[in-house]
């Protein structure tokens, strides 16, 4: 690190020479694990560029359109370049569908009918899909409110999936069975594509048809395929995640083979209308422009998660994954002593922010969590967590889900900043 910038993070953050030489010295060990992220990288670089390519993309895909959005090219352009570099037959990308939330209920809702049953075989869904399934609450219009069951396996206790235990939980009405890649907001492991191929070959063998949905939040870009390219039918994700490549400013996709995914424009839209409506005024230049940066964006969060991995074990702290393992996601979980500890954690990550740094972040009751939730997200776009962001529940054992970040520079100087701000 220069001496000028030793100084300046001294003058203008309280960033202690002691400190900054911490930081550089944790990164010297990180070099074998940033060099697995590269080579990652520069294959879905590769595989990006060329879905642009061989889906012929030009500057009129970027216009936007009005109304019905009849003869959208820009939008039907984007969602086969999607569909392409994920290697699988169709997707729906759209700003109209307002969150990841809201993307994983169209696949539910498309493809469950009356009496049949949801699997989940990753334990306990994300929180948001609490009330939505009707695990919690009583939200008119859930999926319990329909008649349709759910049932749970949980993952090992070592972590993984318990194949056998997922297998005998099938039933006859089962007509999902649904997977969340990602750690989310657990202390556990997030599934390598190797283990989601296991899964689905098990699950194929006795059940041909069963729909095989992947919760694929922060999953995109971290390997070199996608859940859909080893037997998943659908992947769904948010585009203030990973494919946005934080210029995206809203929306999120589902991606997989034609029948499910016509089924599910049945939902997004209308019987006998699916997919072929929906405008957006705005156009299309920063969805293209964003799924093109995503692959080095994710690389980049992916780095500053590793180098964060490193610093705060060599401090004491417990911390998932550890700077050398696998990685199938961009969080990095932190295990903080208490309450305090943890929300000066995510307020010194909001106070390193390029934007709404001179805020402060409290705990409060976020709509579709079950715990009072503490939020640093000091983004371009509102609540983009592929930008620098520390999101805890304020709940034994208080750990935090560090993720995010549009360079690895920011990154590394917000992580010095928190650790001058801890200590
Ligand atoms: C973020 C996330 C969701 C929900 O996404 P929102 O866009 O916040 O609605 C679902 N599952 C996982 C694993 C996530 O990380």
Not at 250 to 270: D, F, M, P, Q, V
Request: aromatic share 8%; net charge negative.
């Amino acid at each position: 690190m220069l001496d000028i910038s030793k100084q300046f993070l001294s003058e203008k953050y309280g960033v202690s020479p002691e400190i900054a030489q911490e930081v550089s010295n944790a990164e010297l060990t990180c070099t074998s694990a940033f060099s697995r992220v590269q080579e990652i990288c520069e294959f879905n670089q590769a595989k990006v560029l060329h879905a642009l390519q061989a889906e012929q993309v030009a500057v009129r895909h970027f216009s936007g359109t009005t109304g019905y959005g009849y003869d959208d090219i820009g939008r039907d352009t984007l969602e086969r370049v999607f569909a392409r570099a994920f290697g699988c037959e169709d997707a729906l990308v759209r700003p109209q569908i307002s969150s990841g939330t809201h993307a994983l209920a169209l696949s539910l809702f498309g493809l469950l009918m009356p009496g049949d049953q949801m699997l989940s075989i990753t334990g306990k869904p994300y929180d948001t899909l609490e009330e939505c399934i009707g695990l919690s609450g009583e939200a008119w219009g859930s999926l319990k409110s329909y008649g349709i069951e759910y049932g749970q396996v949980e993952l090992l206790s070592k972590g993984g999936i318990d194949i056998s235990a997922v297998l005998s939980a099938i039933q006859n009405n089962t007509r999902m069975v649904y997977i969340q890649r990602s750690r989310g907001y657990a202390w556990r492991d997030s599934l390598s594509i190797d283990e989601i191929e296991l899964v689905c070959l098990a699950v194929r063998k006795i059940r041909p048809d069963m729909q095989i949905v992947v919760d694929n939040c922060y999953g995109e870009f971290t390997d070199t395929r996608e859940p859909v390219q080893v037997g998943a039918d659908v992947i769904v994700g948010s585009l203030i995640k990973n494919p946005g490549g934080g210029i995206a400013p809203t929306g999120a996709y589902l991606a997989g083979t034609k029948r499910c995914i016509e089924k599910i424009a049945n939902r997004l839209t209308s019987p006998g209308i699916g997919r072929e409506v929906g405008s957006w005024a705005s156009g299309y230049a920063t969805f293209f422009q964003g799924f093109f940066m995503a692959p080095h964006v994710v690389a980049q969060a992916i780095k500053g998660a590793i180098l964060a991995a490193k610093i705060f074990a060599d401090r004491g702290f417990r911390v998932m994954p550890l700077h050398n393992q696998p990685r199938n996601d961009i969080i990095q979980a932190i295990n903080f002593d208490s309450s305090d500890q943890l929300t000066a954690f995510c307020q010194s990550i909001q106070a390193a922010s390029p934007v709404d740094s001179h805020v402060t972040p409290y705990p409060w009751d976020m709509p579709g969590y079950q715990h009072q939730v503490i939020m640093a997200a000091g983004a371009f776009v509102q609540g983009a967590s592929i930008e620098l962001s520390a999101d805890a529940p304020i709940v034994e054992p208080y750990v935090a889900y560090l993720q995010g970040g549009l360079t690895y520079e920011h990154v590394k100087i917000a992580i010095m900043i928190a650790l001058s701000k801890l200590s």
